[in-house]
């Protein structure tokens, strides 16, 4: 059963926006949280934004703090990442996540019970 889908990921130049879009099957209840990761080629998985699913607390990691915009729309079981002012940098692969125990200040990888697929975001100078 496929818990999480992304989609919204691209290529586009430096400077400029994208957006990314996550469905998730069930959301996390009282206590969870939504997050994204990144995973670039060579480099460990990072988690880089998470949201707290019935305050709608906010983190992001200092690597796209101010650019970065996560939010949710909890009725339509959706979290969002606006991406503003990208850089070279921030190519890569986007993989959403769901933690039942609310592990997303920072995300960390072992406290996510639910991974989407990811979605590839290329930036070009």
């Known amino acids: 059963q496929v818990h999480l889908v992304e989609c919204g990921g691209g290529s586009v130049q430096a400077g400029g926006s994208l957006r990314l879009s996550c469905a998730a099957f069930?959301?996390?209840?009282?206590?969870?949280?939504m997050a994204w990761f990144r995973q670039s080629p060579g480099k460990k998985r990072e988690g880089i934004a998470g949201?707290?699913?019935?305050?709608?607390?906010?983190y992001y990691a200092d690597s796209v703090k101010g650019r970065f915009t996560i939010s949710q729309d909890s009725a339509k079981n959706t979290v969002y990442l606006q991406m503003d002012t990208l850089k070279v940098e921030d190519t890569a692969m986007y993989y959403c996540?769901?933690?039942?125990?609310?592990?997303?200040?920072?995300?960390?990888?072992?406290?996510?019970?639910?991974w989407g697929e990811g979605t590839l975001v290329n930036i070009s100078s």
């Open positions: 069930t959301y996390p209840e009282y206590g969870g949280c």
């Open positions: 949201i707290r699913a019935e305050s709608g607390q906010t």
């Open positions: 996540a769901s933690s039942t125990g609310g592990y997303c200040f920072p995300p960390v990888e072992y406290g996510i019970n639910y």
